[in-house]
């Protein structure tokens, strides 16, 4: 630790003498608040304050109220200050005699004339002082006492030292001062005078000055910082009467120079002397020295000084930082362990920290933590209690509290604040350790903060005041506190903290000002005791700004009085203090805002005096922001006496005090300040304020948080103020209206739900079938999975497949999406365990595709279960495009895939367990109504609603431990408040959730069905009587369905003509059962029973009996034998008359009962297999809750929805307006947040849970479903109609008509795109044009015109230099800087900045002259090129000699300018390619400044032989047409000495127009863009699926050609505004300057060009929609078969233009213009072929030639080239026309105009005969044949 201490001893001395004060700095570079103009400083001061006040807090700073002695002063400060604010200036009374003949008798401060000036009327006699007004013009006045805004003026190297003031003189770092000159005394009467004491004129004589110069150099020369006020000091009085004030001149130079020593006591160590004091050194000390200071600890000094600061500053050092980083490596490394190295190492940290601005912010930041830090170590540190270390523990406090004061004067970091309260906090609690109750307070007072602690018994609490003596810190006085607050058994601890800076500066908002307080109390332990909502206030003072400003007003109350009140602030509390001449004064007061208020219209009135014991409670009228309704600014308080009947007037007097205060508390849970709980007492002055608070602090250590409450009551009192607070109640009572309403549609929903629950008997069953399969079809969830086609069914078991049966119902829809269908499928026996099942549908309707879910099939009999896994569609068009499939039955393995699991887990918690969700979607078979769900739903809201309006702004313990949790943070009163929430809000939701689900309905459906059914099929169960394997021919499936297809019952099933031997079928049938009636009679006795029989034919060790291969056997059984029964009913209807013979009627009938005799045997011989297992009945109902408990679930819904709606009423009116509506938005926000995100997340997480690890499949529960259609059972023909099925009526599509439905689907999409694509371009092509046109305006060529006519009035053809100097005096000027000041030519056209000439030349002798020509020309100058160009600097009239290394910082027009320099780019002129740089001067701001440039221009020959190129550039702005237009006007010769004028003229909109064309245009382009977004798409999957076959098409080229051309303008368009918005800025930041617009016009110009090659593209697509058209169709496919041929004569035509052209330009180009250049004689030739030719130009110079050249050409061009291209078209087009053939896209076309006829109604004649595809399309019988009750002749043989 020796070492240690040797580091931090250093530090402390070095800190020490670090400190200085505050400085105040010469504003040589502006700081950061000032702006620069002119040489000085502005400063716009927010402020308010009279004329001698703002000239005052100016002198503070070393400045003075700013003087505008030009237009370019007014401009800048006009554009500084706020137009809405009128601020001082520097004007006053002048003390010259002669100053009247300048502006009235007002002059600057400091004596100079007003020269410039811009009154708005004459100064008057006696005017004292002037100010600005709104449009900053000048206003002179007397009244120089009322407040306003104000400008200070720093003028550089000069500054003004006020008797008493302490400024000081600063050079940046690097430099030294230098005093020029400087007096004490007075100059001037207006400088640093009294505002007390008026200026006299006559004052000059008694007043003197010295010279102190000498005394400033001794005491400032060469140091960067000097505090001249100890120069002041030293000097006498020279103007006793009015002051006197010290007055510098100085400048700034380089140079420094820091000398460091290193000293122990008297004795010098070591010297260091360095030339840079801001560069880093060691400084070492020698062996040599350490031996001569021996061991041991010392004490060792670091001094560091020179002459460039002050004795003891060095500010450039930068070691503070460095000695920072080694204390706190030095604390972490050792810790302290007593009271004494903490105070030790405080010491030196609270050193550093002093000059705090010169630490980093990290640095501030660490020192911070680093007090923290020591505090805890003090804190936590184990000591005795003695004297001696109490007194260590608090002078270590001591210190610290001095650090955390040094680092509160300056930071304004949440960090620091944070640290520094931590670090107090700790340091009180240190305090308290060794501290005994009522021994007295310990207080610790330092510069800014004030620490005061005590501990105390609870009875001693409130017996006086709570404050700081001696010093102007609050007070606190704490009432009486109950004893369910503070502890009966301990002592209290009082902790109080005194700011007189705001630890929160960091939070702006709040406009806090004066003494922060902050009283808490606690136990022994540290833990805090809250002190809120108490009944009796707290009585807190808190001292006001010294200062500050108070209005008093003296009113006569003879009749009415008025006063002016200003309010600065609408939340603040208006402060009244009247003082009667009588008391008691009866009056009414009357406050208006902006208007003088009545009785009826006022924004408050009262009566005085009020209720009060002393004078200045009665007296006193305290209005806060709630009465004055939220209003600032001018108010108007009419003041009117109270008299008795007959008297007129009184005579009395009333003094008025105005102020305004407010008391504000620190929201630990808002972290901002707010009143909530406090407000202004009338104990308020002007010197304090008065806070009556009903809390200390919002702490709470409680394991349960208490709620906000609220009497019940105060229900009328509460409900009376919903006039001024409806929000909540209106809330709630538009809930209870809309949760009736959604009540009405869900019972609408519900019903509509019974008829979807029921299950479907098929139509097709065969009445006597009664093997029942129960099925459940579910539809998918995609989009477009509903079906209206018809859907047919088969299922394929493993001992026979069903009949096809269509899945219809005539009641409901069926197969909608989402939907789960059930039908009932009979069969005659049981088809064994299903293998799979077959599914297809005839493809008609609206909408034939269909998605299959699933499909589930339940054995009634057995209660066995298969599933169908489909997932896929039937549809012709989408999937595999069938609709015809067979799907095998699920595996367990199948079920349990996590892709099943999850979605069907998914969809049945939405539909089903999500509350809110499941109102829409409910599962109808579920007995949980939509209704139930409602309710339930608006319970729950409202519930949740009292939940958070319960303890919504509960204030937190900033003290409480923080839990975190990654990136999420909770308190433990933060989890509190949850759990409390959900035991009082779930419980109850829970109980009628599970009521309503558990119910059972009141009468089921299985019970009816019970009561109303009959056992008869319980008696007619039979035995099986046969065994497996017979050894016929003749199998019972064969015979059942020989006797099914001979019934004969009906005529139309066997028709005339036809004959059926029935006598030998039926022969048939009786071998069969005769022959297996014989096989068990030989097996077994007939006494035994089936059972018996069966038994012994069971294969050895079988582990299940065959009772389910009996019971299927005995199906078949009782299906032959109801089969007999009817045939023996059909024939003793029919009788003998109506066979052949009598004989085969009387055989038949034998027959049948003969065989009826041996199965009647069987089936009731023996009644059952197994009568214990067969007869077991399951029970009818499902277990639940009683039919009744659903009114105990409505009672409850009931309840709890209006006590929860009336206690969040009651809370709401409790709250105020604004803190309901806070809560309110808090409120819905959450809730959607919880329903649309947080749940939904949680269903989609336990699905994923489910799939994953239970994996488990949920079983459907058919139990509650009632059947719907006719149960057939046996009975006669006559009275039921057996179904006949037609074969083809239930079998799918052929193969040849799906692949036409497929046909047709395609050609039906292949319309509705074509359709689609042709309204979509529509559409695109008319955002585009808007576009384009939108980007133009018609003015713009009319703009364009006029100002090129305006300064091309004089321009000649052939122009000299004396020429343009003319021109330049002439036109240029006179349209340029004309009449009107700022518009060029008439006036329309703003000037933007100043115009610019920029002048091109090239180098002396920069060619070659030819040898024999060198005596007659001695110089050479060559044309302008890039290589040859001039660019070099110049002094006036081109001389080379002095200006080789002249500074490019000072313009000059004898400076080349680089083309960086100017921002510009190269310009293409008629003759060759410009560079952007070039010698450039500015002509302006007037006329005759540019009128003296020019002529210095032409008297130095600014222009001569060697100029190749001048450019005149401005720019003008047209309000009317809101365009800018940007000027080049060039003049450019090729070294012959003519210059020709070219000029170059860009029009551009910068501001868009506020008319609604804007806005339309606006909504073009963003449509526009939606449509790029739309082909992208498109193009992206086209791209996707041709892949590399993409881009060999043309038109798909086309299209990213444009989608790339429309994001290259959107990036243009982009670039052009920021450009724009750039060079604006420049603009107004230099107005008069040279405002570059090139960049933007360029841009501009670029986005033109895209937009037009755009316009150009989308229109040629066109061409690939015309495609459609059969003409258009066969002129496209001729030009492709004539592509090769027409690309070769395109080769030769090219050749030929190019050879004409080039012989044309050598042949004419030196005589005619029309072919000077290679490009002009190639447009000259091309016009040739269209026309367009001026023959005479050719012929008049050569005939011969002429005619022959341009004869040649149009033979060979027009008549033979461009006519055979012509022939080759045509023979293509004719060979296109016999070879032909018509595309699909024609027959796509007709469909779709026919498609479009037949929706308007309109007739179509199609051209095609399809009457024949119509008859022979799909054909679909939708009857079915039935039996006739009519008899029919049977023909037997």
Same mark, same amino acid.
């Given at each position: 630790?020796?070492?240690?201490?040797?580091?931090?001893?250093?530090?402390?001395?070095?800190?020490?003498?670090?400190?200085?004060?505050?400085?105040?700095?010469?504003p040589?570079?502006?700081?950061?608040?000032?702006?620069?103009?002119g040489g000085?400083?502005?400063?716009?001061v927010?402020?308010?304050?009279?004329?001698f006040?703002?000239?005052?807090?100016?002198?503070?700073?070393?400045?003075?109220?700013?003087?505008?002695?030009?237009?370019?002063?007014?401009y800048?400060?006009?554009?500084?200050?706020?137009?809405?604010?009128?601020?001082?200036?520097?004007?006053?009374?002048?003390?010259?005699?002669?100053?009247?003949?300048f502006?009235?008798?007002?002059?600057?401060?400091?004596?100079?004339?007003?020269?410039?000036?811009?009154?708005?009327?004459?100064?008057?006699?006696?005017?004292?002082?002037?100010?600005?007004?709104r449009?900053?013009?000048?206003?002179?006045?007397?009244?120089?006492?009322?407040?306003?805004?104000?400008?200070?003026?720093?003028?550089?190297?000069?500054s003004?030292?006020?008797?008493?003031?302490?400024?000081?003189?600063?050079?940046?770092?690097?430099?030294?001062?230098?005093?020029?000159g400087?007096?004490?005394?007075?100059?001037n009467?207006?400088?640093?005078?009294?505002?007390?004491?008026?200026?006299?004129t006559?004052?000059?004589?008694?007043?003197g000055?010295?010279?102190?110069?000498?005394?400033?150099?001794?005491?400032?020369?060469?140091?960067?910082?000097?505090?001249?006020?100890?120069?002041?000091?030293?000097?006498?009085?020279?103007?006793?009467?009015?002051?006197?004030?010290l007055?510098?001149?100085?400048?700034?130079k380089?140079?420094?120079?820091?000398?460091?020593?290193?000293?122990?006591?008297?004795?010098?160590?070591l010297?260091?002397?360095?030339?840079?004091?801001?560069?880093?050194?060691?400084?070492?000390?020698?062996?040599?020295?350490?031996?001569?200071?021996?061991?041991?600890?010392?004490?060792?000094?670091?001094?560091?000084?020179?002459?460039?600061?002050?004795p003891?500053?060095?500010?450039?050092?930068?070691?503070?930082?460095?000695m920072?980083?080694?204390?706190?490596?030095?604390?972490?490394?050792?810790?302290?362990?007593?009271?004494?190295?903490?105070?030790?190492?405080?010491?030196?940290?609270?050193?550093?920290?002093?000059?705090?601005?010169?630490?980093?912010s990290?640095?501030?930041?660490e020192?911070?933590?680093?007090?923290?830090?020591?505090?805890?170590s003090?804190?936590?540190?184990?000591?005795?209690?003695?004297e001696?270390?109490?007194?260590?523990?608090?002078?270590?406090?001591?210190?610290?509290?001095?650090?955390?004061?040094?680092?509160?004067?300056?930071?304004?970091?949440?960090?620091?604040?944070?640290?520094?309260?931590f670090?107090?906090?700790?340091?009180?609690?240190?305090?308290?350790?060794?501290?005994?109750?009522?021994?007295?307070?310990?207080?610790?007072?330092?510069?800014?903060?004030?620490?005061?602690?005590?501990?105390?018994?609870?009875?001693?609490?409130?017996?006086?005041?709570?404050?700081?003596?001696?010093?102007?810190?609050?007070?606190?006085?704490?009432?009486?506190?109950?004893?369910?607050?503070?502890?009966?058994?301990?002592?209290?601890?009082?902790?109080?903290?005194?700011?007189?800076?705001?630890p929160?500066?960091?939070?702006?908002?709040?406009?806090?000002?004066?003494?922060?307080?902050?009283?808490?109390?606690?136990?022994?332990?540290?833990?805090?005791?809250?002190?809120?909502?108490?009944?009796?206030?707290?009585?807190?003072?808190?001292?006001?700004?010294?200062?500050?400003?108070v209005?008093?007003?003296?009113?006569?109350?003879?009749?009415?009085?008025?006063?002016?009140?200003?309010?600065?602030?609408?939340?603040?509390?208006?402060?009244?203090?009247?003082?009667?001449?009588?008391?008691?004064?009866p009056?009414?007061?009357?406050?208006?805002?902006?208007?003088?208020?009545?009785?009826?219209?006022?924004v408050?009135?009262?009566?005085?005096?009020?209720?009060?014991?002393?004078?200045?409670?009665?007296?006193?009228?305290?209005?806060?922001?709630?009465?004055?309704?939220?209003?600032?600014?001018?108010?108007?308080?009419?003041?009117?006496?109270?008299?008795?009947?007959?008297?007129?007037?009184?005579?009395?007097?009333?003094?008025?005090?105005s102020?305004?205060?407010?008391?504000?508390?620190?929201?630990?849970?808002?972290?901002?300040?707010s009143?909530?709980?406090?407000r202004?007492?009338?104990?308020?002055?002007?010197?304090?304020?008065?806070?009556?608070?009903n809390?200390?602090?919002?702490?709470?250590?409680?394991?349960?948080?208490?709620?906000?409450?609220?009497?019940?009551?105060?229900?009328?009192?509460l409900?009376?103020?919903?006039?001024?607070?409806?929000v909540?109640?209106?809330?709630?009572?538009?809930?209870f209206v809309?949760?009736?309403?959604?009540?009405?549609?869900?019972?609408?929903?519900?019903?509509?739900?019974?008829?979807?629950?029921?299950?479907?008997?098929?139509?097709?069953?065969?009445?006597?079938?009664?093997?029942?399969?129960?099925?459940?079809?579910?539809?998918?969830?995609?989009?477009?999975?509903?079906?209206?086609?018809?859907?047919?069914?088969?299922?394929?078991?493993?001992?026979?497949?069903?009949?096809?049966?269509?899945?219809?119902?005539?009641?409901?829809?069926v197969?909608e999406?989402?939907?789960?269908?059930?039908?009932?499928?009979?069969?005659?026996?049981?088809?064994?365990?299903?293998?799979?099942?077959?599914?297809?549908?005839?493809?008609?309707g609206?909408?034939?595709?269909?998605y299959?879910?699933?499909?589930?099939?339940?054995?009634?009999?057995?209660?066995?279960?298969?599933?169908?896994?489909?997932?896929?569609?039937?549809?012709?068009?989408?999937?595999?495009? &069938?609709?015809?499939?067979?799907? $095998?039955? #699920? *595996?367990?393995?199948?079920? %349990? /895939?996590? =892709?099943?699991? +999850?979605? !069907?887990?998914t969809?049945?918690?939405?539909?089903?367990?999500?509350?809110?969700? &499941?109102?829409?979607?409910?599962? $109808?078979? #579920? *007995?949980?109504?939509?209704? %139930? /769900?409602? =309710?339930?739903? +608006?319970? !729950?809201?409202?519930?949740?609603?009292?939940?958070?309006?319960?303890?919504?702004?509960?204030?937190?313990?900033?003290?409480?431990?923080?839990?975190?949790?990654?990136?999420?943070?909770?308190?433990?009163?933060?989890? !509190?408040v949850?759990?409390?929430?959900s035991?009082i809000?779930?419980?109850?939701?829970?109980?009628?959730?599970?009521?309503?689900?558990?119910?059972?309905?009141?009468?089921?459906?299985?019970?009816?069905?019970?009561?109303?059914?009959t056992?008869?099929?319980?008696?007619?169960?039979?035995?099986?009587?046969?065994?497996?394997?017979?050894?016929?021919?003749?199998?019972?499936?064969?015979?059942?369905?020989t006797?099914?297809?001979?019934?004969?019952?009906?005529?139309?099933?066997?028709?005339?003509?036809?004959?059926?031997?029935?006598?030998?079928?039926?022969?048939?049938v009786?071998?069969?059962?005769?022959?297996?009636?014989?096989?068990?009679?030989?097996?077994?006795?007939?006494?035994?029973?089936?059972?018996?029989?069966?038994?012994?034919?069971?294969?050895?060790?079988?582990?299940?009996?065959?009772?389910?291969?009996?019971?299927?056997?005995?199906?078949?059984?009782?299906?032959?034998?109801?089969?007999?029964?009817h045939?023996?009913?059909?024939?003793?209807?029919?009788?003998?008359?109506?066979?052949?013979?009598?004989?085969?009627?009387?055989?038949?009938?034998?027959?049948?009962?003969?065989m009826?005799?041996?199965?009647?045997?069987?089936?009731?011989?023996?009644?059952?297999?197994?009568?214990?297992?067969?007869?077991?009945?399951k029970?009818?109902?499902?277990?639940?809750?009683?039919?009744?408990?659903?009114?105990?679930?409505?009672?409850?819904?009931?309840?709890?929805?209006?006590?929860?709606?009336?206690?969040?009423?009651l809370?709401?009116?409790?709250?105020?307006?604004?803190?309901?509506?806070?809560?309110?938005?808090?409120?819905?926000?959450?809730?959607?947040?919880?329903v649309?995100?947080?749940?939904?997340?949680?269903?989609?997480?336990?699905?994923?849970f489910?799939?994953?690890?239970?994996?488990?499949?949920?079983?459907?529960?058919f139990?509650?479903?009632?059947?719907?259609?006719?149960?057939?059972?046996?009975?006669?023909?006559?009275?039921?109609?057996?179904?006949?099925?037609?074969?083809?009526?239930?079998?799918?599509?052929?193969?040849?008509?799906?692949?036409?439905?497929?046909?047709?689907?395609?050609?039906?999409?292949?319309?509705?795109?074509?359709?689609?694509?042709?309204l979509?371009?529509?559409?695109f092509?008319?955002?585009?044009?808007?576009?384009?046109?939108?980007?133009?305006?018609?003015?713009?060529?009319?703009?364009?015109?006029?100002?090129?006519?305006?300064?091309?009035?004089?321009?000649?053809?052939?122009?000299?230099?004396?020429?343009?100097?003319?021109?330049?005096n002439?036109?240029?000027?006179?349209n340029?800087?004309?009449?009107?000041?700022?518009?060029?030519?008439?006036?329309?056209?703003?000037?933007?900045?100043?115009?610019?000439?920029?002048?091109?030349r090239?180098?002396?002798?920069?060619?070659?002259i030819?040898?024999?020509?060198?005596?007659?020309?001695?110089?050479?100058n060559?044309?302008?090129?890039?290589?040859?160009?001039?660019?070099?600097?110049y002094?006036?009239?081109?001389?080379?000699?002095?200006?080789?290394?002249?500074?490019?910082?000072?313009?000059?027009?004898?400076?080349y300018?680089?083309?960086?320099?100017?921002?510009?780019y190269?310009?293409?002129?008629?003759?060759?390619?410009?560079?952007?740089?070039?010698?450039?001067?500015?002509?302006?701001?007037?006329?005759?400044?540019?009128?003296?440039?020019l002529?210095?221009?032409f008297r130095?020959?600014?222009?001569?032989?060697?100029?190749?190129?001048v450019?005149?550039?401005?720019?003008?702005?047209?309000?009317?047409?809101?365009?800018?237009?940007?000027?080049?006007?060039?003049?450019?010769?090729?070294?012959?000495?003519?210059?020709?004028?070219?000029?170059?003229?860009?029009?551009?909109?910068?501001?868009?127009?506020?008319?609604?064309?804007?806005?339309?245009?606006?909504?073009?382009?963003?449509?526009?863009?939606?449509?790029?977004?739309?082909?992208?798409?498109?193009?992206?999957?086209?791209?996707?699926q041709?892949?590399?076959?993409?881009?060999?098409?043309?038109?798909?080229?086309?299209?990213?050609?444009?989608?790339?051309?429309?994001?290259?303008a959107?990036?243009?368009?982009?670039k052009?505004?920021?450009?724009?918005?750039?060079?604006?800025?420049?603009?107004?930041?230099?107005?008069?300057?040279?405002?570059?617009?090139?960049e933007t016009?360029?841009?501009?110009?670029?986005?033109?060009?895209?937009?037009?090659?755009?316009v150009?593209?989308?229109?040629?697509k066109?061409?690939?929609?015309?495609?459609?058209?059969?003409?258009?169709?066969?002129i496209?496919?001729?030009?492709?078969?004539?592509?090769?041929?027409?690309?070769?004569?395109?080769?030769?035509?090219?050749?030929?233009?190019?050879?004409?052209?080039?012989?044309?330009?050598?042949?004419?180009?030196?005589?005619?213009?029309?072919?000077?250049?290679?490009?002009?004689a190639?447009?000259?030739?091309?016009?040739?072929?269209?026309?367009?030719?001026?023959?005479?130009?050719?012929?008049?110079?050569?005939?011969?030639?002429?005619?022959?050249?341009?004869?040649?050409?149009?033979?060979?061009?027009?008549?033979?080239?461009?006519?055979?291209?012509?022939?080759?078209?045509?023979?293509?087009?004719?060979?296109?026309?016999?070879?032909?053939?018509?595309?699909?896209?024609?027959?796509?076309?007709?469909?779709?105009l026919?498609?479009?006829c037949?929706?308007?109604?309109?007739?179509?004649?199609?051209?095609?005969?399809?009457?024949?595809?119509?008859?022979?399309?799909?054909?679909?019988?939708?009857?079915?044949?039935?039996?006739n009750?009519?008899?029919?002749d049977?023909?037997?043989?």
């Amino acid at each position: 630790m020796c070492w240690t201490f040797v580091h931090l001893l250093i530090l402390t001395t070095l800190s020490c003498l670090s400190c200085a004060e505050v400085k105040t700095k010469v504003p040589v570079s502006c700081p950061d608040y000032q702006r620069a103009f002119g040489g000085s400083c502005y400063e716009f001061v927010v402020l308010q304050h009279s004329f001698f006040s703002a000239q005052a807090w100016c002198e503070q700073s070393g400045g003075h109220l700013a003087f505008i002695p030009n237009e370019e002063t007014q401009y800048f400060l006009q554009r500084l200050s706020d137009p809405e604010k009128e601020v001082w200036l520097g004007l006053a009374p002048s003390a010259s005699p002669n100053s009247a003949t300048f502006e009235g008798a007002l002059s600057w401060l400091d004596g100079s004339h007003v020269t410039y000036s811009n009154w708005v009327s004459s100064p008057q006699p006696g005017a004292a002082c002037g100010h600005t007004l709104r449009d900053f013009q000048w206003e002179a006045t007397r009244d120089c006492n009322k407040e306003l805004h104000f400008i200070c003026q720093f003028d550089s190297g000069r500054s003004i030292a006020c008797a008493g003031g302490n400024t000081s003189l600063q050079c940046s770092s690097g430099q030294v001062l230098m005093i020029d000159g400087g007096f004490y005394g007075r100059k001037n009467i207006h400088y640093c005078r009294s505002t007390l004491s008026p200026p006299t004129t006559s004052t000059g004589h008694q007043c003197g000055w010295v010279d102190v110069v000498e005394s400033l150099t001794a005491h400032c020369h060469g140091r960067q910082v000097c505090q001249i006020a100890e120069v002041v000091d030293s000097f006498g009085e020279p103007c006793p009467q009015l002051g006197s004030y010290l007055s510098v001149d100085y400048h700034c130079k380089d140079g420094t120079n820091v000398t460091y020593r290193i000293q122990s006591d008297e004795t010098l160590l070591l010297g260091l002397s360095v030339y840079r004091g801001n560069v880093s050194q060691n400084i070492t000390v020698t062996p040599e020295m350490m031996k001569q200071l021996g061991p041991g600890c010392h004490k060792l000094t670091l001094y560091a000084s020179n002459m460039v600061t002050h004795p003891e500053v060095s500010t450039d050092l930068q070691l503070r930082e460095k000695m920072l980083d080694i204390m706190i490596g030095t604390v972490n490394k050792a810790p302290p362990n007593s009271p004494e190295e903490v105070q030790v190492i405080a010491r030196g940290l609270a050193a550093v920290v002093k000059k705090g601005p010169e630490l980093s912010s990290s640095a501030q930041v660490e020192a911070s933590l680093l007090f923290a830090t020591l505090s805890l170590s003090l804190l936590n540190m184990d000591v005795n209690k003695s004297e001696d270390n109490i007194n260590e523990i608090q002078a270590a406090a001591s210190t610290i509290v001095e650090g955390a004061s040094n680092i509160l004067d300056y930071s304004s970091n949440r960090n620091i604040s944070d640290a520094l309260l931590f670090t107090l906090s700790n340091t009180q609690s240190a305090l308290l350790a060794f501290k005994d109750a009522n021994e007295g307070p310990t207080i610790i007072q330092q510069a800014h903060i004030s620490v005061l602690v005590n501990r105390v018994t609870p009875g001693n609490l409130h017996t006086g005041f709570i404050n700081i003596p001696n010093s102007s810190s609050p007070t606190f006085s704490l009432p009486t506190l109950t004893s369910n607050i503070l502890p009966s058994d301990e002592p209290v601890d009082v902790r109080m903290l005194s700011f007189d800076k705001n630890p929160f500066s960091w939070n702006e908002r709040g406009n806090i000002s004066g003494q922060i307080g902050a009283l808490s109390l606690s136990r022994k332990d540290g833990s805090g005791i809250p002190v809120e909502n108490l009944s009796e206030d707290i009585k807190i003072l808190l001292p006001r700004p010294v200062g500050e400003q108070v209005n008093t007003s003296v009113l006569d109350l003879g009749n009415y009085s008025t006063t002016v009140i200003n309010v600065p602030s609408a939340d603040t509390t208006l402060v009244l203090k009247m003082v009667p001449s009588n008391d008691p004064l009866p009056f009414k007061l009357f406050l208006g805002h902006n208007d003088y208020p009545t009785e009826r219209n006022n924004v408050a009135m009262t009566e005085m005096p009020h209720q009060g014991a002393t004078q200045e409670e009665r007296y006193t009228w305290l209005l806060d922001p709630k009465d004055l309704k939220g209003n600032n600014g001018v108010h108007y308080l009419v003041v009117r006496p109270i008299v008795g009947p007959g008297i007129k007037s009184i005579n009395a007097s009333l003094s008025i005090t105005s102020f305004t205060a407010a008391c504000r508390f620190w929201d630990e849970s808002l972290l901002d300040w707010s009143t909530f709980g406090c407000r202004v007492g009338v104990q308020t002055t002007h010197l304090v304020t008065q806070c009556l608070c009903n809390h200390l602090t919002f702490f709470g250590g409680s394991f349960f948080v208490t709620p906000n409450l609220v009497d019940p009551s105060r229900t009328a009192e509460l409900f009376g103020t919903f006039a001024e607070n409806p929000v909540v109640v209106c809330f709630v009572g538009s809930l209870f209206v809309a949760y009736l309403l959604v009540v009405v549609w869900a019972r609408r929903k519900d019903i509509q739900d019974t008829v979807k629950v029921k299950v479907t008997v098929l139509e097709d069953n065969e009445p006597v079938d009664e093997y029942r399969y129960l099925l459940s079809v579910s539809t998918g969830h995609r989009r477009g999975a509903s079906t209206s086609s018809q859907v047919t069914i088969t299922l394929l078991g493993a001992e026979g497949n069903s009949e096809p049966h269509h899945l219809t119902d005539p009641k409901k829809c069926v197969f909608e999406r989402g939907a789960v269908d059930v039908f009932l499928l009979t069969t005659p026996f049981s088809l064994g365990d299903l293998q799979g099942i077959r599914l297809w549908h005839n493809n008609l309707g609206s909408h034939p595709a269909w998605y299959v879910g699933n499909v589930m099939v339940q054995d009634i009999q057995t209660e066995q279960k298969w599933h169908f896994l489909c997932n896929s569609w039937l549809a012709i068009d989408i999937g595999v495009c &069938s609709i015809d499939k067979v799907v $095998p039955v #699920s *595996t367990e393995m199948d079920l %349990q /895939r996590f =892709s099943n699991l +999850f979605f !069907m887990k998914t969809a049945k918690d939405f539909s089903d367990g999500h509350l809110w969700y &499941s109102v829409i979607s409910r599962p $109808p078979s #579920s *007995t949980f109504t939509c209704v %139930q /769900r409602v =309710s339930c739903c +608006f319970t !729950m809201l409202l519930c949740t609603m009292l939940t958070s309006i319960m303890f919504y702004g509960i204030p937190t313990d900033p003290s409480e431990q923080t839990m975190d949790l990654g990136h999420f943070e909770f308190t433990w009163q933060q989890f !509190m408040v949850g759990v409390q929430s959900s035991l009082i809000m779930f419980p109850i939701n829970i109980i009628i959730v599970s009521i309503f689900r558990n119910t059972r309905p009141r009468e089921t459906s299985c019970c009816k069905s019970k009561s109303g059914k009959t056992d008869a099929l319980e008696h007619n169960s039979f035995s099986q009587t046969t065994t497996a394997n017979m050894n016929v021919n003749v199998t019972l499936d064969t015979v059942i369905k020989t006797l099914k297809s001979n019934i004969p019952c009906t005529e139309s099933e066997f028709g005339p003509g036809q004959h059926v031997d029935i006598n030998a079928v039926l022969s048939v049938v009786e071998d069969f059962i005769k022959s297996n009636n014989k096989t068990v009679d030989t097996a077994q006795p007939k006494s035994q029973s089936f059972g018996n029989l069966v038994q012994p034919q069971l294969p050895e060790g079988s582990p299940r009996s065959t009772v389910e291969e009996i019971q299927k056997k005995s199906n078949k059984t009782q299906y032959l034998y109801r089969q007999l029964y009817h045939i023996d009913k059909e024939l003793s209807l029919l009788g003998p008359s109506d066979f052949p013979t009598p004989q085969s009627y009387d055989r038949a009938v034998q027959q049948v009962q003969g065989m009826k005799g041996l199965l009647e045997d069987q089936l009731f011989t023996v009644s059952c297999v197994n009568p214990d297992e067969t007869t077991q009945k399951k029970g009818c109902c499902h277990r639940g809750l009683p039919w009744w408990f659903v009114f105990v679930g409505w009672l409850l819904v009931i309840a709890s929805s209006v006590i929860a709606g009336y206690f969040t009423m009651l809370y709401g009116l409790k709250f105020g307006k604004k803190r309901s509506v806070s809560w309110l938005v808090s409120m819905i926000v959450s809730f959607f947040q919880s329903v649309l995100v947080i749940q939904p997340l949680k269903v989609l997480c336990l699905a994923v849970f489910f799939a994953l690890v239970i994996k488990k499949v949920d079983e459907e529960d058919f139990q509650n479903m009632e059947f719907e259609g006719n149960d057939r059972n046996l009975g006669d023909c006559k009275d039921q109609q057996i179904v006949r099925r037609d074969c083809s009526f239930y079998e799918p599509p052929h193969a040849a008509d799906v692949e036409k439905m497929k046909r047709k689907k395609i050609m039906d999409q292949k319309a509705f795109a074509l359709l689609k694509e042709i309204l979509t371009y529509m559409g695109f092509m008319w955002m585009l044009l808007l576009v384009a046109y939108g980007q133009r305006d018609p003015n713009a060529f009319f703009l364009n015109r006029h100002i090129r006519d305006s300064f091309c009035k004089e321009i000649s053809d052939s122009m000299s230099l004396g020429d343009v100097f003319t021109w330049a005096n002439t036109s240029l000027l006179s349209n340029l800087l004309g009449v009107y000041p700022g518009f060029i030519t008439d006036g329309n056209s703003k000037l933007v900045g100043n115009a610019r000439l920029r002048q091109l030349r090239v180098q002396r002798n920069s060619c070659q002259i030819a040898g024999p020509m060198l005596q007659f020309a001695p110089d050479c100058n060559a044309p302008y090129s890039w290589e040859e160009e001039d660019m070099g600097s110049y002094d006036t009239g081109w001389n080379h000699s002095v200006r080789d290394n002249i500074s490019t910082s000072t313009p000059s027009p004898w400076t080349y300018k680089t083309q960086s320099q100017l921002r510009a780019y190269p310009i293409w002129g008629k003759m060759v390619l410009y560079r952007g740089g070039g010698y450039v001067v500015e002509l302006g701001p007037d006329l005759q400044n540019a009128s003296s440039t020019l002529e210095n221009l032409f008297r130095n020959t600014w222009l001569d032989v060697y100029t190749r190129a001048v450019f005149v550039e401005f720019t003008v702005y047209n309000a009317n047409v809101n365009l800018f237009c940007i000027v080049t006007l060039l003049l450019e010769t090729t070294a012959v000495g003519a210059f020709q004028f070219h000029s170059e003229l860009q029009s551009v909109r910068l501001y868009h127009s506020t008319g609604g064309l804007h806005i339309f245009v606006m909504a073009a382009e963003i449509i526009y863009m939606l449509f790029i977004l739309y082909y992208m798409f498109l193009q992206g999957k086209l791209m996707k699926q041709q892949r590399w076959a993409y881009f060999r098409s043309k038109w798909n080229l086309l299209e990213l050609t444009i989608i790339s051309l429309s994001w290259s303008a959107v990036a243009v368009f982009i670039k052009r505004t920021l450009l724009g918005n750039r060079e604006m800025t420049y603009f107004h930041n230099n107005k008069h300057q040279f405002a570059r617009f090139y960049e933007t016009a360029a841009a501009d110009s670029v986005l033109q060009y895209l937009i037009a090659f755009l316009v150009l593209l989308a229109t040629f697509k066109l061409w690939h929609l015309l495609r459609l058209n059969p003409k258009m169709n066969m002129i496209t496919a001729a030009l492709q078969r004539a592509w090769n041929d027409i690309s070769s004569f395109l080769v030769i035509i090219v050749i030929m233009f190019v050879a004409y052209s080039v012989a044309c330009n050598v042949i004419y180009g030196w005589k005619v213009s029309s072919y000077k250049t290679l490009s002009d004689a190639l447009l000259t030739i091309i016009s040739l072929q269209i026309g367009i030719f001026n023959y005479d130009e050719v012929l008049d110079y050569t005939p011969v030639l002429g005619g022959l050249l341009f004869g040649s050409c149009i033979v060979l061009m027009t008549f033979v080239v461009l006519n055979l291209l012509l022939s080759v078209i045509l023979v293509a087009f004719h060979q296109e026309q016999i070879h032909h053939k018509p595309s699909e896209e024609e027959e796509i076309v007709d469909l779709m105009l026919k498609n479009i006829c037949i929706l308007f109604g309109i007739r179509y004649k199609d051209t095609k005969d399809t009457d024949a595809d119509e008859n022979d399309g799909l054909t679909l019988k939708n009857s079915r044949n039935t039996l006739n009750k009519s008899p029919i002749d049977v023909n037997i043989f």
